[in-house]
């Protein structure tokens, strides 16, 4: 069986993977990036620790899997008529077709966002937030310096429980006594974790609390200037500003919108085997499906395409994934179902959680190394931090 693949991250890759068990099979791969970026751990990566936790190039994940092709390509048209794809650097003809391309972020028009502010998405959003972070931190003034996260969601919690440890690592660094460090998290909801329970909510705010947080609830980011933000009609003096809030489907569904039919939240609507139309099948973020939009879904929807493929006639039936989430070192809140709890366990099973994550797209080889190379603080000073030097 010959299928075609685009997008490199935890769908496509878990469905190469899959489908290369089969000698008989070839897969070929396209993404528009040479790295599998694991998206659970770029607010580690964002706040020091090492980023071989975040990218784990493509070539090594699939070192031993002869069957499977990969090109580095941004594919920007789709010819269902031809069977063919249209790349930025060429034209690929497939036979099967998985599009699992993910997210981009998205600042829902507010002014100023796009040019000011943030981010943790990528390596080059993470390296131009730390090297802001380091030029602030040694800019020799001693005044008082405001952070703020906007988005009370997963990563804008989790980067919030880290920033402040990396803060004060950096001030100790460079030998600041006096400036103070104010860390403020912003979101437009009643509570943090919209999606979770109220009680999980609740735990996560009050832990933030004690980690010297200033959470926001209900209010509004109206506009962002170089030295300021605009929250709910007032200013708020800062320059350092971190959006963690929108996120949208992968442009290439708009742009091939007559093949597609597009929901309301912009997702692709697909039948009861994933299928988008004939021969091709739509997985992970870009699904309309319940719980897209977490990585444990893109996974599930990988190995439920490849069953199918293989022959299966069961239907698609959405799972709803555990939610772990880290607020400080060691320490997380656990929501599943009404399993429901926090602290140390919550922190050990985010680690475990870790571990499977990246055993389910790593040799378990790598997924140790990447996984243990979460404890460990990477501070490069003075002039780069190195998370893309070393590859
Ligand atoms: C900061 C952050 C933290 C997160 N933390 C968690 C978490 O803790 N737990 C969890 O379950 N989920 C988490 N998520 C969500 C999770 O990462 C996504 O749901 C998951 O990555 C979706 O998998 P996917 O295969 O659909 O897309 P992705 O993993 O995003 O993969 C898409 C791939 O397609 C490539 N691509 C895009 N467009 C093109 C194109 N036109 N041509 C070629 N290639 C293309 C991209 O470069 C990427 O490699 C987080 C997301 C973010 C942004």
């Known amino acids: 069986m010959k299928v075609t693949i685009v997008g490199g991250g935890f769908g496509g890759v878990k469905a190469a993977l899959e489908l290369a068990e089969h000698p008989n099979n070839h897969v070929t791969l396209i993404s528009d990036k040479p790295d599998f970026q694991y998206y659970p751990a770029l607010f580690a990566t964002a706040t020091g620790h090492s980023h071989r936790q ?8 699939f070192d031993d899997w002869p069957n499977v092709e990969l090109i580095t390509d941004e594919i920007v048209k789709l010819h269902p008529d031809t069977r063919q794809l249209v790349g930025k650097q060429g034209t690929y003809d497939y036979k ?3 599009l699992a391309l993910g997210s981009v972020t998205t600042y829902f028009g507010i002014e100023g966002l796009d040019t000011f502010s943030y981010g943790i998405k990528s390596q ?13 931190m040694r800019d020799g003034s001693d005044d008082e310096k405001n952070y703020v996260i906007i988005g009370g969601g997963a990563t804008g919690v989790e980067l919030a429980g880290a920033l402040g440890e990396y803060l004060l690592v950096l001030r100790r660094h460079f030998g600041i006594r006096k400036k103070r460090l104010r860390i403020t998290l912003v979101e437009a909801a009643p509570r943090l974790l919209p999606r979770l329970s109220e009680s999980t909510s609740r735990k996560a705010a009050a832990r933030l609390k004690r980690l010297g947080v200033h959470v926001e609830t209900d209010k509004k980011v109206e506009r962002q200037t170089a030295e300021s933000l605009m929250v709910s009609g007032r200013p708020l003096s800062t320059q350092t500003v971190i959006w963690t809030s929108g996120v949208t489907n992968a442009p290439f569904f708009n742009n091939n919108s007559e093949h597609f039919t597009i929901n309301e939240r912009g997702k692709v609507v697909v039948d009861e085997f994933m299928r988008a139309r004939t021969g091709i099948y739509v997985i992970g973020d870009n699904a309309a499906t319940p719980y897209a939009g977490l990585a444990q879904t893109a996974l599930h929807d990988a190995q439920f395409v490849v069953r199918h493929l293989n022959g299966s006639k069961k239907t698609y039936r959405p799972v709803q994934p555990a939610s ?3 607020i400080g070192h060691h320490w997380a809140v656990f929501e599943w179902g009404r399993l429901r709890f926090a602290g140390w366990l919550g922190g050990f099973m985010r680690m475990s959680a870790d571990l499977i994550g990246y055993h389910d797209v790593l040799p ?3 997924a140790v190394k990447a996984w243990r190379s979460q404890d460990k603080q990477e501070l490069r000073i003075p002039d780069e931090p190195a998370i893309l030097e070393e590859g």
Do not use: C, K, M
């Open 54 to 61: 975040s990218w784990i190039p493509l070539e090594t994940i």
């Open 96 to 98: 099967t077709l998985i």
């Open 124 to 136: 080059d959003e993470i390296r131009r937030l730390q090297n802001h972070l380091f030029e602030e």
């Open 324 to 326: 772990v989430i880290p």
């Open 364 to 366: 378990i080889g790598w």
